[in-house]
């Protein structure tokens, strides 16, 4: 076999007056970079096979390992840099589409970080959340255009709406992407936190079931799983058009990962591949869509709000104007830093435009529409922080859903290697071996833990505002300004400028 | 009975759901006993003569579990103790191996139905098992590191709620 002129990407280094051969590092790792050398009673690394998720680090009870970027340079070049180098030479040697995992990495400009919020000072005073109230309640799904109230009661049913205590839910991550574990973490989670979770296009296990009212079933377009108890079993319903990480790709869920439950759950057969066809066959038209919507209304009797997620792409406000109109109760976009299990590494990197861009453009069409009100808006794609979550309902968002966020905080390193299979967070896994490395208890309380933080971080910058109810910030975007944008970029937001 | 001055009889069980085969356990057990009691590096690089771990890492991937003494309610090895040696607390409920007494004739070995009981020669000629880490009055080693929880103290006050 020819040589490869691939050379380590990372260089794992080993103290050894503090490694004592334990060898957690070599049974830990699923990618086999720890070597034990019985012979010589030393702990060997193969440099080519690390992956730089820190699982070694981590666990290693003498903190002996390091990891650093292999300092082997090429010739410097400002045109073909290392990383435009090494993925010609991967595609040379394999003539293969170049596959990656969670979101867009490149230095794109961000733009929740050029964006600053507002707080009161002497003229309107701001607020403790500690000492009074303060509301992060959100209601998602349709608003009637006006109340009629008659003796004291509303005349007419309110359309099904889904109760959220605090505007962020985590995003659709299907069982086949991640693990069971990582599933059943999110849905206790969200079932303690009063938020939803999303099943993804995988289906739903039966052993989630229970946690229903603050389930979000999704029908993608691989249809995976989707039964009249599918659609009955969740509070609401999301239909995918598109994920920000791969706009217009479909999905491949190769067949070893089809294991008995993800066959069982997804009701495919065994071993066989799931393939998510890029579009919807049975759509390709508003009008379609509308159908589409409507069978699902009509198969849960009206009882549920139904979702419509899309990849921020050029004329998203049009379309999200389209959507409205089909009947959609809530619309999802998800912008270009959105995560993936996989998905092809050029149009991860280079397809769909910004969330923030995004999700202004369509709140601003459709309040010029008049149909704002038809619908909720949920922002995905990117979200660190709950200064992220504070800007974008500034900025028009009802919610946000988090996924990225999520992982990392199960523990997910951000090696970017969903896509093998061998998560050593037991995340992105079905290996048995490494499944069980996930702890659903644990990774629920961390998920608590994060929301909750969020959460009382939120509370303190609305306070800062002198809102006491997150209704009052909801695409309140004077509370925004705008800091190194071009006056063309300020105006697609509809914020002023930093002094204005 | 009076049940004042009984500490509630602690166990450790395992959740093989969740063990993940690392073994950090066992690593933190060996110096818990060690004389360097939790200092890692020094257990394992200045002594020659290590500690057994006193628990043991079952495993027939992808199940695994930490295993280590019941401290059963009826235990064996105080039943076979030809020295007396072996004895249970009647107010922790814990069964402890007094090395002072025990002769290292292994019967208790023998009659363990777990298998948690081992011969060290390393140390001193005498039966190691878990002590739940009394003389360091802390958390046992085992628990207290497992990186995922999959070993947990459980207060068990069946037998002894008579």
Redesign the interface.
Known sequence: MAISLLTPEFIIERNDERCIRCQVCVRQCANLAHIYDEEEDRVLADDSKCVNCHRCVTLCPTRAITIRKNPLEFKENANWTASAIREIYKQAETGGILLTGMGNDKPYPVYWDRMLINASQVTNPSIDPLREPMELKTFLGRKPEMLKVENGKLKEKLPPQLELEVPIMFSAMSFGSISFNACQALAMAASELGIMYNTGEGGLHKDLRKYGKNTIVQVASGRFGVDPEYLNAGAAIEIKIGQGAKPGIGGHLPGEKVTAQISQTRMIPLGSDAISPAPHHDIYSIEDLRQLIFSLKEATDYQKPVAVKIAAVHNVAAICSGIARAGADIIVIDGFRGGTGAAPLRIRDNVGIPIEFALAAVDTRLRQEGIRSQVSLVCAGGIRNSADVIKAIALGADAVYIGQAALIAMGCHMCQKCYTGKCNWGIATQDPNLVKRLNPEIGARRLVNLIKAWAHEMKEMLGGMGINAIESLRGNRFMLRGIGLTSRELDILGIKAAGE | MDKSNITAPKRIYA?E????????CE??CIAAHSKYRHD??K???KLSKRPLPRIVVEED??LSFGLQCRHCDDPECVKACITGAMQKDPKTGLVINDTERCIGCWTCILACPYGVIRRDYTNKKVASKCDFCLESGLEPACVK?C????LYIKNTIKYYDL
């Open positions: 959740k759901d969740v063990c993940i085969g690392c073994r950090l690593i933190h890692l590096i257990t394992f690089k991937v992808p590191n990186p995922n929880e999959a």
